[in-house]
């Protein structure tokens, strides 16, 4: 019978793996990532390597889920650089409707709206540098609002869909250029 313990939990780490990858909430992987951790720390003292064991407890069960869910929670802001002139009179309507629609995009995926205005620099500097999610500019030449995003977010392709039918915005997409990291 104790032969048969290391081969379940075996297939039980595969389960767990390919629930990891095929799962879609997060706080439920990283359970998942947990019991996985859990799971590997108990073959490991069945192995002989209790060592090992108490290291996979304590990294592999504790300390990496927590700094999953630090990292989760802190996403759940979206950080918009609003760079519309608001002493504008003929923007005032529009303008009041791109808040309204950014508004309502906030809240459909939990987020915390941050507006700033007045940093200065490059549209990519501060998308990678500062991490700004949105940049909200007006083309005077096409009488329309630029909504400017890192082209790798899945928020910006997000927002191109709710915002493809009306005509005053346009969602634009920046590329990212190469890391330094």
């Known amino acids: ?38 799971i590997a720390a108990t073959l490991y003292a069945l192995n002989q390597a ?4 108490i290291a996979e407890v304590a990294i592999g069960s504790a300390i990496i889920p927590l700094i999953y869910v ?27 409707k791109v808040y309204e629609i950014l508004s309502e995009f906030v809240n459909t995926y939990d987020l915390r709206m941050n507006v700033c205005s007045d940093i200065k620099g490059t549209d990519e500097e501060l998308t ?20 400017k995003g890192k082209s790798t977010s899945v928020l910006m392709t997000r927002l191109r869909d709710l915002t493809s039918e009306i005509s005053f915005i346009r969602v634009v997409t920046m590329k990212e250029g190469d890391s330094i990291d």
Do not use: C
Request: charged share 25%; no cysteine.
């Open 1 to 38: 019978m104790t032969d048969w313990i290391p081969t379940i939990l075996q297939i039980l780490l595969i389960i767990i793996a390919i629930a990891i990858v095929l799962h879609k909430e997060n706080f439920t992987i990283i359970i998942l990532i947990a019991s996985f951790g859990l």
């Open 50 to 53: 209790p060592d090992v064991a």
């Open 70 to 96: 630090i990292s989760i929670s802190r996403q759940r802001e979206f950080i918009v650089l609003d760079r519309v002139d608001h002493d504008r009179f003929d923007l005032d309507e529009m303008n009041i």
């Open 128 to 147: 990678k540098e500062l991490n700004v999610d949105l940049i909200i500019s007006y083309n005077d030449e096409r009488k329309r609002f630029e909504l």
